[in-house]
């Protein structure tokens, strides 16, 4: 399988614990995506990279949040001291090209649940 | 503020009639359109897709979509529904200048015999 592939597909954690998640986006596709779905909501924009830069972060980010994409391929989400308002699915997803109309693949995203 | 609205949560259908779903947009600019379709537990498939040209776009599975600047409207449509349709759609924009997709809220389609 080609696609974007994110990995766990479930995550349970206790409140105030660690987590990160990972992402393998389509290969050779320069840009990457997070995004955060809550139920009954649209995807929200969390942060963009252009290769290994992280080029864009929403005001959603706190400071708890940190991304990454070391060598321009694979990215990891971390979130810690995660709250209860962190469950939600984060998804992944990955394009080609200089412009912004190229068509972006979603992974299937990881559904967190904080208890 | 820019911004994208679905209007319409949850769209029932009879099996064989039209699907109609909304999509209104809020910017001075003519942004990029496009709508998503999500299947549960599932990511989102791109279903179709305007940028520029012309402002009638077929997509798959039989969806289609017109672009009304002067009504700031990206409506997709489907002449007969089939069962297999339902799923949540989004209706995604990329503003003027901007780097990312803004999602509105969806709209649940379910499809009834």
């Known amino acids: 399988d080609t696609g974007v592939s994110q990995d766990p597909r479930h995550k349970i954690t206790k409140r105030g614990q660690n987590v990160t998640f990972r992402c393998d986006p389509i290969s050779e596709h320069n840009r990457l995506y997070w995004y955060r779905q809550t139920l009954g909501q649209g995807p929200e924009f969390l942060t963009y990279?252009?290769?290994?830069?992280?080029?864009?972060k929403s005001r959603l980010l706190s400071d708890r949040f940190s991304a990454e994409r070391p060598k321009g391929s694979f990215s990891t989400l971390e979130i810690q001291r995660t709250e209860q308002g962190d469950s939600a699915m984060y998804l992944c997803?990955?394009?080609?090209?200089?412009?912004?109309?190229?068509?972006?693949?979603f992974g299937q995203g990881t559904r967190l649940t904080v208890v | 503020a820019q911004s994208v609205t679905q209007l319409g949560s949850h769209v029932s259908v009879s099996e064989g009639a039209l699907v109609l779903l909304r999509c209104n947009y809020s910017s001075s600019v003519p942004p990029y359109l496009f709508w998503y379709v999500q299947y549960p537990n599932q990511g989102l498939q791109l279903l179709l897709k305007?940028?520029?040209?012309?402002?009638l776009v077929k997509g798959i599975n039989g969806f289609e979509a017109e672009f009304k600047k002067s009504e700031t409207s990206f409506h997709l449509t489907k002449p007969s529904a089939h069962m297999s349709d339902a799923a949540e759609y989004f209706c995604?924009?990329?503003f003027g200048g901007g780097n990312k997709l803004t999602f509105g809220t969806g709209t649940q389609l379910k499809v009834e015999l």
């Open positions: 990279f252009q290769n290994e830069a992280q080029l864009e």
């Open positions: 997803a990955s394009s080609l090209g200089q412009t912004l109309n190229t068509e972006a693949f």
């Open positions: 995604a924009v990329i």
């Open positions: 305007y940028t520029t040209g012309a402002t």
